[in-house]
């Protein structure tokens, strides 16, 4: 027992070296990044993950979940979404450089620059309410701004976020989002009374809801089996809570439209509150109608689905 131990205690330390080695690495390559222009350094991030990444176990990942969601399209196609989604993943790295760059939105300015905002009125309207909001988005475009595109017009959304699994990067990017996208609660113990405490107090909570989520709801995504977590819904008829899609999309030109979508009304059950599978399936649709319009635009790389059974290729289409 004591070996197990010691042999343990020593993976530990071995295992926090490399995550140091490799936040150091990811630290020094961020710096010098930032000695460029803002758009020459995202640009260069594109064009290198798009190379880069197709050689990584990921990609092979991603190209599973496309033949998954889209197997109608043929193996070039799925690929060139794929190379697509390396250049966005890597664009949302640089621009977490660049935030207060990038961010140019001004309220009531007669010409957009990189920010458009659809939406606003509803921003505007929100501001002045004092009844809890949740506002839901997933992993499109850039996520990012939307957090700090509410708190221009007053409002301020505690997001639900998950750390990355190395200590020294997740505090980093912990500090980047607390000083510019309001305040935070890593996914963990306690988490979900954080954010009940928010919203008891009539605040304003952001969640992602496009990840596997272990003995959630059981919905479909693309027509196939995938859990949900059913924590929006919950928080939703706990606190009735007002619930708003959000989403970002890349536009031409570096630039970026930030999409508030009018309140959703949830599902409800025959004694009238809300039914967490049925609300977690209208999430779900909500999230996959987004992915299908811009499918290079999400992240495929991540296992969304209970099962991985690939569908077996048709016979090449005729030209």
């Known amino acids: 027992m004591n070996i197990k131990l010691a042999l343990y205690r020593q993976w530990r330390k071995l295992r926090h070296i490399e995550y140091w080695l490799t936040a150091q690495v990811t630290f020094l390559f961020l710096r010098t990044i930032r000695l460029l222009p803002p758009h020459a350094a995202i640009n ?48 949302l790295v640089a621009e977490y450089v660049f935030l207060e760059d990038i961010f140019d939105y001004v309220q009531n300015a007669e010409k957009h620059g990189l920010i458009e905002v659809e939406g606003a009125e509803i921003f505007e309207k929100l501001r002045h309410e004092q009844t809890p909001h949740i506002f839901f988005t997933a992993h499109t475009g850039n996520f990012e701004l939307l957090p700090i595109c509410a708190a221009t017009f007053g409002l301020e959304v505690t997001a639900l976020f998950r750390a990355p699994n190395n200590p020294y990067v997740a505090k980093k990017v912990l500090e980047a ?61 706990q606190f009735d809570a007002d619930v708003y899609p959000a989403r970002c999309i890349r536009m031409p030109g570096g630039r970026y439209k930030l999409q508030l979508f009018d309140k959703i009304d949830l599902p409800v059950t025959p004694k009238g509150k809300i039914d967490i599978d049925a609300s977690c399936q209208l999430l779900n649709d909500i999230v996959e109608g987004w992915v299908r319009e811009y499918p290079d635009q999400w992240m495929w790389f991540h296992k969304r689905w209970k099962r991985y059974d690939i569908p077996k290729r048709s016979a090449p289409r005729a030209l």
């Open 44 to 91: 260069f991030m594109d064009r290198a993950a798009r190379k880069i990444g197709p050689l990584t176990g990921r990609h092979r990942v991603a190209l599973n979940n496309l033949k998954l969601a889209f197997p109608e399209k043929t193996d070039s196609e799925c690929r060139a979404i794929a190379v697509g989604m390396w250049g966005n993943m890597a664009r």
């Open 177 to 237: 989002r607390r000083t510019k996208m309001g305040s935070l609660i890593p996914s963990k113990a306690g988490a979900v009374w954080a954010l009940a405490s928010v919203l008891q107090s009539n605040g304003n909570v952001g969640m992602l809801v496009d990840q596997f989520f272990y003995s959630g709801a059981e919905v479909t995504f693309f027509g196939r089996d995938a859990q949900t977590s059913p924590l929006l819904p919950r928080l939703a008829r």
